[in-house]
């Protein structure tokens, strides 16, 4: 993963990613599945399982597939538990499962993240404590933590001092602290590129290379999928499509700068509108449910953002041409009522190569993010023979032993 992109090593990296993926999203293949369908050659296929299995990640068996004797290849489970932590603006979501990508256990809890990261962190290690309690295993089961947080992270080395997007986090490194607490390595990624990550694997965005996830919450986020990669950019902030300048002459956002698309469309500014005529309204989740219950207000709040938001995904589209756009976040529970005026304003504002671009909604809900956490945790253990051989940790997140 550290490779330079295009290279023969990056393209080997790629390979043996893809297999893995493809075994893991179908529990268990033939190798002549295997090349089916990752396209890759059966010669390439036998190099890479064999490679794999001796390095314990994979496990072959005999077995019998389409009636036929063949080996078979599965995800090796006995390598212990991952955890996934997500932080939100207002809850923490823990998730443990194995390397097959079974989810064994979860909790949520609901909190003010923002106020203090030392409660954040306290309240993550104990609900990892439950869990692994819960699952009757001991902590040394537990391989590696993948964490999001609703903010855009610099690259490994640097605390998000220079960010006052999460106040009460400054100067902190989420990686380090949470891998001093859980006594494993800690990847950490922001909250939209792993919500890609788990709608890759688990939802929406399964079978697809090229991808935006946008979230649409408290604050506005694209996770960007480039040929199967998160894209993360030079300084790990790629996706923050909350912060584009909509409107120069509006309100002063939280980033310093003016009309940026989350004073448009964040849950805050969204409550604000809505609170002369709908006193009683205090979550996005309230105003969701009231739209979906036939109230016309909300549904006009939603769908004027909902073309804020398709303004972005045209322009997202042009740029990046993903094959698909997928919608999570809280707002994303309004389904069609946020999906259909998203959808028209794709051909409105998009060059006409990209204006039949699919919009569709997150299939994990809110559990996107903590799955794509468990994702990057179980990523960095298949990496992790790549990362001792590197002196550098890789570029596309940050990575944190205790
Ligand atoms: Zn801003």
Not at 109 to 129: I, M, N, Q
Not at 142 to 154: Q, S
Not at 300 to 328: S, T
Request: aromatic content about 4%; some cysteine; proline content about 5%.
């Amino acid at each position: 993963m550290t490779h330079r992109p295009g290279s023969q090593a990056s393209l080997r990296a790629a390979n043996i990613h893809r297999v893995l993926a493809t075994v893991r999203a179908h529990g268990v293949l033939s190798q002549a599945e295997i090349a089916r369908l990752t396209g890759l050659s059966p010669a390439s296929v036998s190099n890479i399982v064999h490679q794999l299995g001796d390095r314990g990640a994979v496990e072959l068996s005999p077995g019998i597939r389409g009636g036929r004797r063949a080996q078979e290849v599965r995800i090796c489970s006995a390598d212990g538990l991952v955890a996934g932590v997500d932080f939100g603006h207002r809850h923490i979501r823990v998730a443990v499962a194995d390397l097959r990508f079974d989810v064994l256990a979860e909790r949520r809890h609901a909190c003010d993240v923002g106020a203090s990261s030392a409660t954040a962190f306290a309240v993550a290690e104990k609900l990892v404590a439950e869990v692994l309690d819960e699952l009757g295993v001991g902590r040394g089961e537990l391989k590696a933590a993948g964490v999001g947080l609703p903010a855009p992270l610099p690259p490994t080395g640097s605390s998000l001092a220079s960010w006052p997007i999460l106040p009460g986090w400054e100067d902190i490194d989420p990686a380090r602290d949470l891998a001093q607490r859980l006594e494993v390595p800690v990847v950490a990624d922001n909250d939209a590129n792993l919500g890609a990550r788990g709608e890759l694997h688990f939802g929406a965005g399964r079978g697809v290379a090229n991808l935006a996830y946008v979230k649409a919450a408290t604050g506005l986020g694209a996770g960007l999928v480039v040929d199967g990669y998160v894209y993360r950019g030079f300084a790990g902030s790629a996706g923050e499509i909350g912060h584009l300048t909509i409107d120069e002459t509006g309100p002063v956002c939280s980033c310093g700068n003016r009309g940026c698309l989350e004073t448009l469309v964040g849950a805050p500014y969204l409550l604000e509108l809505i609170r002369r005529s709908h006193p009683d309204l205090r979550t996005v989740e309230d105003l969701v449910a009231r739209a979906l219950a036939g109230d016309g207000g909300c549904r006009r709040v939603i769908a004027d953002a909902a073309r804020h938001i398709g303004f972005v995904a045209a322009n997202l589209c042009n740029v990046v041409n993903p094959e698909r756009v997928v919608v999570g976040g809280d707002l994303a529970a309004a389904g069609d009522v946020l999906l259909d005026p998203l959808r028209a304003s794709i051909p409105r504002y998009a060059v006409l190569s990209v204006a039949g671009t699919p919009v569709v909604a997150a299939e994990t809900g809110e559990r996107a993010e903590v799955l794509g956490a468990l994702v990057l945790a179980a990523e960095h253990l298949e990496h992790r023979h790549e990362h001792a051989a590197s002196p550098t940790p890789a570029r596309h997140h940050r990575v944190q032993s205790p």
